[in-house]
């Protein structure tokens, strides 16, 4: 699954109930006959936690008010594009949110459910080798044209071919697609035991095959396209500000999937190149909410007059999401970075309780983990079911994740970061590294240990400055290259950097977007998310076994082996992480009374009348 979040991205039952999604009375298996029941919704393991004809989620006022303007900011290097499935291009902030339903929803208080939007209904069977969507006679696009299984197909075929990269990844087990009727698509899959594929696939954007037939899929440009969501394009001015008007008569409204949500008539983002000036803008009123990824600004910048007469609110809320892992993240694909016993070296050189401490204000957490603030992440020493699924690939892991618990390196304040350097050194000298006039230089090749830091936030200078510093004590040579978001984006996609600082985000239900991630398939992949350019056969086994994981107690499992393997792998330097939402926003907003596990969601908010 992947996850809803960027800042931040997508199952414990025992084997012997692997398919008891299939057999609640709401939610009936296959009958004698073979033949197998339509559900409103559908869990990744167990059953859904609500069930047939429920009204609404939890989570949000089914009461709450339409009407008024969201205003909110996007600091970034403006957009090209409104089409945000393709690699090409800057895609405008909300455009897939808004404009394009998919055939079923999830839920932000379970690990992984859906329910039903475009579709009606699901049919799959207890293997989960096929999938039937069955779709709403009303369901319909903005032009008034029905939403059709045809759509469904041609959207398919569309993004796995001309679309993201991810995709292709994504829906790899799909083996074949029948149009049953103008309303019925059927999914067969390969001899795969993907349990997630039927829910993953409901998460698919519909778009509009009579509209795409007219128009290029990757060359739209600033043309608004044709959808069928809660809102449509509105007024936009080219990579300064885009507006979304929320559709009247939106056929989807009093779902329960949709009620209580996307309440504002009009939401709008202005572009800003400086989170500075963002900030005082937000502060003037210039827009209405603000997530603070700053500590410094958590810290020193939310206060005054507005604050203490309630005009407007600063908020931490909690949260139960996987933070995922932010990290200096490694690109292996170059040479400096290609042997583990460097990159482990360089993790030394970042002291995070200084930062914690000086830059921070104690407000974080360090991360040792991919899967951190889960139960997905691993602790400790392997054992039990994860000491069985990693002791098959002993021969192919380093020694170290049988024997050693990860942690990042650590300083204890007292001496500061000199010791860490120290163990730096030695196993830079294991690589065939030394220092000679105060330059470190592989005694082979006679090349300078140096490498470059790709960043597009100026705020991260002053984390990674003093990075750069304490690596310079030991005669390596970092440059730090700050580029505009536009360029930062084209450089990532095509892997064309030394380091760069990337939030790598988790679901609750890790599963077929970690071929993205990991699999050695997308190391050349341009636009893949696979970063680190990860190409080891035991990780790619490792991915196959956490797509097929029979249910939520052997996911878990495996993808705490996962967690071990590319942790040992040292392939980022670990940052940190906070379980809450910071949140500041202007009182005229109002937010619902039960915000759900996954989070603050702004989408269920409403203007006060």
């Given at each position: 699954m992947t996850s809803k979040r960027t800042a931040s991205y997508l199952t414990?039952?025992?084997?012997?109930?692997?398919?008891?999604?299939?057999?609640?009375?709401?939610?009936?298996?296959?009958?004698n006959t073979g033949s197998v029941e339509a559900r409103h919704g559908i869990a990744m393991h167990g059953t859904p936690k609500y069930p047939q004809g429920f009204a609404h989620f939890d989570y949000v006022n089914p009461e709450a008010p339409k009407g008024g303007t969201l205003k909110m900011a996007v600091v970034a290097n403006g957009f090209d594009s409104f089409n945000p499935f393709d690699i090409r291009g800057v895609a405008a902030a909300g455009i897939s949110t808004y404009l394009y339903d998919t055939l079923m929803v999830s839920s932000d208080d379970e690990p992984f459910s859906a329910y039903g939007l475009i579709?009606?209904?699901?049919?799959?069977?207890?293997?989960?080798?096929?999938?039937?969507?069955?779709?709403?006679?009303?369901?319909?696009?903005?032009?008034?044209e029905p939403i059709t299984a045809e759509d469904v197909k041609f959207s398919f075929q569309i993004l796995t071919t001309e679309g993201h990269p991810f995709f292709r990844n994504y829906y790899a087990d799909v083996a074949k697609i029948t149009v049953e009727n103008p309303k019925r698509i059927r999914f067969d899959f390969k001899a795969t035991t993907n349990r997630e594929l039927p829910l993953i696939l409901g998460q698919m954007p519909i778009l509009p095959a009579h509209y795409w037939a007219e128009h290029e899929f990757g060359d739209n440009g600033l043309t608004p396209p044709l959808g069928s969501g809660p809102y449509r394009v509105g007024k936009f001015e080219a990579g300064r500000s885009i507006a979304y008007e929320r559709v009247k008569?939106?056929?989807?409204?009093?779902?329960?999937?949709?009620?209580?949500?996307?309440?504002?008539?009009?939401?709008?983002?202005?572009?800003?190149?400086?989170?500075?000036?963002?900030?005082?803008?937000?502060?003037?009123?210039?827009?209405?909410?603000?997530?603070?990824?700053?500590?410094?600004?958590?810290?020193?910048?939310?206060?005054?007059?507005?604050?203490?007469?309630?005009?407007?609110?600063?908020?931490?809320?909690?949260?139960?999401?996987?933070?995922?892992?932010?990290?200096?993240?490694?690109?292996?694909?170059?040479?400096?970075?290609?042997?583990p016993r460097v990159r482990e070296a360089?993790?030394?050189?970042?002291?995070?309780?200084w930062a914690n401490k000086n830059l921070f204000y104690g407000q974080y957490t360090r991360t040792d983990s991919y899967f951190e603030n889960s139960e997905l992440a691993s602790s400790g020493l392997p054992q039990g079911r994860e000491l069985e699924l990693l002791e098959l690939f002993r021969d192919e892991l380093p020694t170290d994740v049988f024997s050693e618990v990860y942690q990042p390196p650590a300083t204890n304040g007292q001496k500061g970061v000199r010791a860490n350097l120290r163990a730096a050194l030695e196993l830079l000298?294991?690589?065939?590294?030394?220092?000679?006039?105060?330059?470190l230089v592989h005694q082979e090749t006679g090349e300078p240990l140096a490498f470059e830091i790709l960043l597009f936030q100026k705020s991260f200078e002053r984390v990674v400055l003093p990075f750069k510093n304490n690596l310079a004590k030991l005669g390596i040579e970092v440059t730090v290259r700050l580029v505009?978001?536009?360029?930062?984006?084209?450089?990532?996609?095509e892997f064309d950097f030394d380091m760069i600082t990337q939030v790598l985000p988790q679901s609750d239900s890790p599963g077929n977007e970690q071929r993205e991630y990991w699999h050695s398939d997308n190391v050349e992949a341009i636009g893949s998310r696979n970063y680190m350019g990860v190409g080891h056969p035991v990780i790619d086994q490792l991915v196959s076994q956490v797509i097929q994981a029979p249910d939520r107690n052997e996911l878990v499992h495996r993808t705490r082996a996962l967690d071990r393997v590319l942790l040992h792998g040292h392939y980022v330097i670990p940052h940190w992480h906070l379980a809450k939402d910071r949140v500041a926003y202007w009182s005229h907003l109002q937010r619902p009374a039960e915000t759900p596990k996954n989070g603050v969601d702004l989408d269920n908010w409403w203007v006060k009348p």
């Open positions: 414990s039952l025992l084997s012997s109930f692997a398919f008891m999604a299939f057999t609640a009375p709401a939610l009936a298996a296959a009958d579709a009606k209904s699901i049919e799959t069977p207890e293997d989960r080798s096929y999938v039937v969507f069955n779709l709403r006679e009303q369901a319909r696009f903005h032009d008034g008569d939106y056929w989807a409204e009093d779902l329960p999937v949709r009620r209580g949500r996307f309440n504002f008539d009009r939401i709008r983002y202005d572009y800003y190149t400086d989170d500075t000036v963002a900030l005082e803008a937000f502060k003037a009123g210039s827009f209405d909410f603000r997530v603070e990824t700053s500590a410094k600004n958590w810290a020193t910048a939310y206060s005054g007059d507005k604050f203490e007469n309630g005009k407007i609110i600063a908020e931490a809320v909690d949260h139960q999401r996987p933070t995922g892992m932010q990290g200096f993240v490694f690109n292996t694909r170059r040479e400096v970075f290609s042997d360089l993790a030394y050189g970042f002291d995070f309780e000298r294991d690589a065939g590294y030394d220092i000679e006039d105060g330059t505009d978001s536009n360029q930062y984006v084209q450089r990532v996609r």
